[in-house]
């Protein structure tokens, strides 16, 4: 699982310039919905992968277009 949660939060740290304390912050949330994953009987790494970063992104507001600036315009 620290493969997984490694590969997540080094992904997510690329996508924009974060503090030490929200990275911080992001991996213990990522931990815990992981683990909720991982007991519903969720095995895939790859899939554990991609459902840990989209979790990140919309916790954060940057997978909403809206939040992350796009107006339409």
Sequence with gaps: ?????????LTYDLLANRTAAVSDDARVKLV???????EAGETDPHRLTVCGLTYL???DG???????????M
């Design 1 to 9: 699982m620290q493969v997984i949660i490694d590969r997540i939060m």
């Design 32 to 38: 815990e919905y992981l683990k909720t994953l991982s």
């Design 57 to 59: 992104r919309e916790r």
């Design 62 to 72: 940057s997978i909403d277009s809206v939040k992350a600036g796009f107006t339409g």
